[in-house]
């Protein structure tokens, strides 16, 4: 998904069932509000910074329209394949899990609650069983009671990734690890629910089955790759398009790049979900191509804010902090942005170093924004909040800002390339603070040789173009440009759809490096069984140690944004869950 974000913690599974709670981990303004809407967290007066990590504006008064605008289109819509962090954020609206993401301010976001379930699930001892009770009322759209098959079959969605790829295949690498399962669609039991990892004794009861250990299970139950799909509903590649509702609100239109609405779902009970506030009377998505014009339009009153929630444009950045500051926030993103290197296409390791050493931090923490809306330089690719992580771990010397010219062209002698080479960086066009990215590069490499074309490619299609090992070889991208929240805050939340060989995907794929290291893949292996978070922490630190030997990796910055919210929104509060953005489905407006 890419995903925003200061994010998630391992618990081991024991723990989790005695606290029957776990931790997880991809506006503000005017209105006047009744009681807060977001108990537990302190309120804020609107002003700069009002809604990190407390709330703004609280109000539980419904009614209105939410108006979101976004200059990218979602990966997709499809519970079980997008992966951007504000589809995530999104989808709430619309599809419920077994557990989801408290409704709360900052960190305290970060605590799993029952959704769809009655309670946490009872765990057994050897942490392999995982057994919940559904609760009763919870219905589709059309209100048929949302069963345990139900759960069941969007779940063995994930395994027809020949059909719906791009989402994030945890579910299938612990249930599955052999892939035995061939997916729904090549199933040739009558039911087309032949999972057999996943029982359902009855229509209220799902019980998991693991062949290993893992300590974050619970939290890939909390995806919406978790959310169920009917049967009858499901139109394979083309489900995204018209996703049928398990969630306070259903679709009353799409047209992709265009425009989305939501509406109340009449079927949906509030005394079932004591998660979704669902204040708003509709909920509207407009999409567009040009984010400057996006952010005036913001500034201006007509949209609420930034679906995409990745901060105002540098044209709207000195208007806003100047002029408009009180409708802004600077929160941790929990995201890493950097460059990384397809080994298919710059294979000498020491020609990925020179790039390395030429690069100019200082110049990348400027094209993102600077310290206050780019984001502190980051040496590796573990970020702080991650167990193992060590900010202070810096083996190109990336913390003194300036490139290192003489290991550059040392690096360059090394790899047989004395006079610099030719590659292209591949960066998204409706990204211009990408595009800014990729130029600062491009002019930091000129200084030792290294000619670096800029290919600006379709926002809207990663998943089959960088996301696709063949196109990125046929294309030559040397260079990608891209970032990345944790999927959940630990080691394997963060690191495993990078660096894991087996997350190696020919379409969809996120680690665009395509870095196959049998020992990284061993020590995932025991990190992945560890319910010790310090010592998981260690496994995962020697993990990132070394991917930095790799030389795979350019990490820029540890991301902070400047995002809009517009003065008609109500209960508004960043939430580490959802990497700093808003949480959507808390939001209201004032009519």
């Known amino acids: 998904m890419t995903l925003n974000s200061s994010q998630r913690r391992r618990i081991a599974a024991g723990a989790l069932l005695a606290a029957a709670t776990m931790v997880a981990t991809t506006a503000c303004g005017g209105g006047k509000g009744g009681d807060s809407g977001a108990k537990g967290g302190k309120t804020g007066a609107p002003g700069f910074n009002a809604a990190v990590n407390q709330v703004a504006s609280p109000s539980d008064k419904k009614g209105g329209e939410l108006k979101f605008i976004?200059?990218?289109?979602a990966d997709s819509w499809d519970p079980q394949r997008g992966y951007y962090g504000f589809v995530w954020d999104f989808q709430r609206y619309y599809t419920r899990q077994l557990v989801t993401f408290k409704s709360e301010p900052g960190a305290a976001s970060t605590e799993l609650v029952p959704d769809l379930a009655t309670d946490a699930g009872k765990v057994s001892a050897d942490g392999l069983t995982y057994t919940f009770t559904l609760k009763d009322g919870v219905k589709w759209e059309d209100g048929k009671p949302i069963t345990s098959k139900d759960v069941k079959y969007g779940i063995e969605r994930i395994w027809a990734q020949d059909v719906i790829s791009g989402g994030p295949i945890y579910l299938q690498q612990v249930l599955d690890p052999k892939k035995t399962y061939a997916g729904p669609y090549k199933d040739t039991s009558a039911d087309k629910l032949g999972l057999k990892a996943?029982?359902?004794?009855?229509?209220?009861?799902?019980?998991?089955?693991?062949?290993?250990?893992?300590?974050?299970?619970?939290?890939?139950?909390?995806?919406?790759?978790?959310?169920?799909?009917?049967?009858?509903?499901?139109?394979?590649?083309?489900?995204?398009?018209?996703?049928?509702?398990?969630?306070p609100y259903k679709w009353q239109s799409y047209t992709p790049n265009k425009s989305m609405k939501l509406v109340r779902n009449e079927n949906w009970d509030a005394k079932s979900d004591g998660i979704r506030k669902a204040l708003p009377d509709t909920i509207s998505v407009t999409f567009t191509t040009n984010a400057d014009d996006m952010d005036n339009r913001l500034i201006e009153g007509e949209y609420d804010l930034d679906i995409n929630a990745t901060g105002v444009g540098a044209a709207a950045r000195s208007k806003v902090l100047q002029q408009n500051k009180a409708n802004a926030d600077n929160p941790q993103t929990g995201f890493i942005r950097y460059a990384v290197?397809?080994?298919?296409?710059?294979?000498?390791?020491?020609?990925?170093?020179?790039?390395?050493?030429?690069?100019?931090?200082?110049?990348?923490?400027?094209?993102?924004?600077?310290?206050?809306?780019?984001?502190?330089?980051?040496?590796?690719?573990?970020?702080?909040?991650?167990?193992?992580?060590?900010?202070?771990?810096?083996?190109?010397?990336?913390?003194?800002?300036?490139?290192?010219?003489?290991?550059?062209?040392?690096?360059?002698?090394?790899?047989?390339?004395?006079?610099?080479?030719?590659?292209?960086?591949?960066v998204r066009n409706n990204k211009k603070i990408e595009i800014a990215t990729a130029e600062s590069l491009q002019q930091s490499l000129k200084a030792v040789g290294i000619d670096a074309q800029i290919d600006q490619f379709d926002g809207a299609q990663t998943s089959g173009i960088i996301g696709s090992p063949k196109v990125v070889k046929e294309k030559g991208y040397g260079i990608i440009i891209m970032g990345w929240g944790a999927d959940f805050p630990t080691g394997q939340g963060f690191l495993q759809p990078l660096v894991d060989g087996r997350f190696i995907l020919q379409s969809g794929n996120n680690n665009f490096s395509e870095l196959n290291d049998p020992a990284v893949n061993g020590l995932f292996d025991q990190a992945l069984k560890e319910t010790d978070p310090t010592k998981a922490g260690e496994l995962y630190k020697q993990i990132n140690t070394k991917v930095s030997e790799a030389a795979v990796y350019l990490p820029f910055t540890h991301e902070k944004n400047i995002i809009w919210r517009g003065s008609r929104l109500t209960n508004v509060y960043t939430a580490?869950?959802?990497?700093?953005?808003?949480?959507?489905?808390?939001?209201?407006?004032?009519?």
């Open 198 to 247: 996943i029982e359902t004794p009855d229509d209220k009861t799902i019980v998991f089955k693991l062949p290993v250990a893992n300590g974050d299970f619970l939290q890939m139950l909390a995806m919406p790759a978790a959310s169920p799909v009917r049967q009858d509903k499901d139109t394979k590649a083309k489900y995204g398009l018209n996703v049928f509702s398990s969630g």
């Open 341 to 426: 290197f397809p080994q298919t296409v710059i294979s000498n390791i020491e020609c990925r170093k020179a790039i390395i050493y030429a690069a100019d931090s200082k110049s990348l923490q400027t094209a993102r924004g600077g310290p206050q809306a780019g984001g502190d330089i980051a040496t590796n690719m573990l970020p702080p909040a991650i167990k193992g992580a060590d900010p202070k771990f810096d083996p190109y010397g990336k913390l003194a800002g300036a490139p290192d010219i003489a290991k550059a062209k040392d690096a360059l002698k090394k790899c047989g390339q004395p006079n610099g080479f030719k590659t292209t960086i591949a």
């Open 70 to 73: 976004g200059s990218q289109e």
């Open 576 to 591: 580490d869950a959802y990497n700093g953005r808003y949480d959507y489905a808390s939001l209201g407006v004032v009519k």
